[in-house]
């Protein structure tokens, strides 16, 4: 089993930047997906940004630019750092884990944090 810890949420002015984290513990993550997913209110979760290896980041088109994952392999910790944050950012952040993830629908990841929220005012 895996368990995964999000923290770093709050609220932010849009423009501003937040640093949201997931620790796992359970296994070494390292040949695994570590990514993160939001949902907003009434709508569908939807991908952010994922990665395996240092070479192999992916994100999605509303955050390309903006947001950048990384890992500490050694710490089994996955981050996702926002900056130029937008009212349309807002939303509770999950952390996920996942073997592939080719399409990277959320149907992929296996294992999921208990989310974390962000809340980007205008």
């Known amino acids: 089993q895996v368990h995964l810890v999000e923290s770093g949420g709050g609220l932010v002015q849009a423009g501003g930047s937040l640093r949201l984290s997931c620790a796992a513990s359970?296994?070494?993550?390292?040949?695994?997906?570590m990514g993160w997913f939001r949902q907003a209110s009434g709508k569908d979760r939807e991908f952010v940004a994922t990665?395996?290896?240092?070479?192999?980041?992916i994100y999605a088109d509303s955050v390309k630019g903006r947001f950048t994952i990384s890992r500490d392999f050694a710490r089994n910790t996955v981050y996702l750092q926002m900056n130029r944050l937008k009212p349309d950012d807002t939303a509770v952040y999950y952390c996920?884990?996942?073997?592939?993830?080719?399409?990277?629908?959320?149907?992929?990841?296996?294992?999921w944090g208990q989310g974390t929220q962000v809340t980007v005012s205008s």
């Open positions: 996920a884990v996942a073997t592939f993830s080719v399409f990277h629908s959320k149907n992929e990841y296996a294992y």
């Open positions: 359970g296994r070494p993550l390292s040949a695994y997906y």
């Open positions: 990665m395996r290896n240092e070479d192999e980041a």
